[in-house]
């Protein structure tokens, strides 16, 4: 659920969205592209672990579902790993040649949240979240 809320705030931030955006002049066309991609992947990673969750049996084959929440739990954790501490140095020291075009409070929740939930969706599919992720029953026995 929280990696779907952060993927929408990134898109709607994507799509040109004005809230929560200190800056709205300091957002190039990379930075655009940027973060909806990192809205696609936190959303992709929310849609295949609830398909996982829920283990209604689906279309699409289970190394399909396993992929989206991999790499968009690898996605979040890692980019917004590396992005919470440099936005907190920014927030926090102040330097002249540096500024974020987001508030940098909704910037920090933000990329705390995907760390949060990137690493929650790790655990998940590692532990395969105490059985109540579905496995099919081909892959139980050892066979694809």
Same mark, same amino acid.
């Given at each position: ?15 040109? /969205? ?7 002049? @300091? ?6 592209? !940027?973060? /909806?991609? #990192? ?13 996982? +969750? ?11 579902? %396993? ?7 690898? #996605?979040?954790?890692?980019?917004? &790993?590396?992005? !919470? ?18 508030? +940098?409070?909704?910037? +920090?929740?933000?990329? %705390? ?14 532990? /395969?979240?105490? /059985? ?5 029953? @081909?892959?139980?026995? &050892?066979?694809?």
């Amino acid at each position: 659920m929280t990696g779907a809320v952060t993927g929408l705030a990134w898109l709607y931030w994507a799509a040109g /969205g004005p809230l929560g955006i200190a800056h709205r002049d @300091e957002r190039p066309a990379n930075w655009h592209v !940027l973060v /909806g991609v #990192s809205a696609c992947w936190a959303l992709a990673a929310s849609a295949a672990v609830l398909a996982l +969750v829920r283990g209604r049996s689906t279309r699409l084959p289970y190394p399909l579902l %396993l992929a989206p929440a991999w790499l968009g739990s690898g #996605s979040m954790f890692a980019w917004s &790993g590396w992005r !919470l501490p440099a936005t907190l140095y920014v927030a926090l020291a102040h330097p002249s040649d540096v500024s974020y075009p987001e508030n +940098v409070a909704v910037a +920090v929740t933000l990329h %705390l949240t995907a760390v949060l939930t990137g690493a929650g969706i790790m655990r998940s599919l590692v532990r /395969g979240h105490r /059985g109540r992720l579905s496995v099919p029953a @081909e892959r139980v026995g &050892g066979r694809l």
